[in-house]
């Protein structure tokens, strides 16, 4: 099942000619067509199976190498590691000020480490991936391709996740791309 999740995400890259001009627009460097397939295949999310694990998440970032990406301004530990019972940190936003986390029931939670505030950000495994693959597609298309969100898109990406601050880190992500 994550495997549909990597393709999904993996569909979301800009194309060689895309990031041949991003280059170009942003830096004024000219990328080679083989420089572009390189940087292209540098943001592929590759799976590896290592191991079995017992959740989407777990396989998510200990059989690919998602951790070397990012998905926009989400970046990926290494490692997961538990820092309550039953919660697990598995991704950061904003430097490591804000903790993404799971437990083993199926929810994704978001901790503000500077408040210590903590808010379900989906109730199910399944949605934040929906999630992560939406906003990737919503960031790229910025990235790559100038086009700021549409106020559907934007509600879209907000209906995926939690009251509170989940919320609030949701439209923080959308604010981004803005």
């Given amino acids: 099942m994550i495997k549909d999740y990597i393709e999904q995400l993996n569909e979301c890259l800009p194309t060689v000619s895309e990031i041949q001009e991003n280059f170009e627009r942003t830096i004024g460097k000219k990328l080679t067509t083989e420089e572009a397939e390189e940087y292209q ?22 059989n690919t190498n998602i951790s070397f990406i990012s998905v926009g301004s989400i970046n990926f530990a290494f490692d997961i ?24 029931n199926g929810k994704v939670y978001v901790l503000d480490n500077n408040t210590e505030e903590v808010g379900v950000f989906t109730n ?15 960031y790229n298309n910025k ?9 559907i898109e934007q509600k879209t990406l907000l209906l995926l996740t939690e009251k509170g601050l989940a919320k609030k880190i949701a439209g923080e992500l959308i604010e981004e791309l803005i």
């Avoid at 989407?56 to 970032?61: R, T």
């Avoid at 199910?124 to 919503?138: A, P």
């Fill in 41 to 62: 295949y540098r943001m592929r999310i590759l799976y590896e199976k290592k191991s079995d694990f017992k959740n989407l998440i777990e396989d998510l970032v200990l």
């Fill in 81 to 104: 590691k538990e820092i309550e019972e039953d919660i697990i940190s598995f991704a950061e936003y904003r430097d490591g000020v804000i903790e993404i986390c799971y437990d083993n």
């Fill in 124 to 138: 199910d495994y399944t949605i934040f991936l929906q999630f992560l693959v939406f906003y990737q597609r919503i």
């Fill in 143 to 151: 990235i790559f391709r100038s086009k700021s969100p549409s106020d």
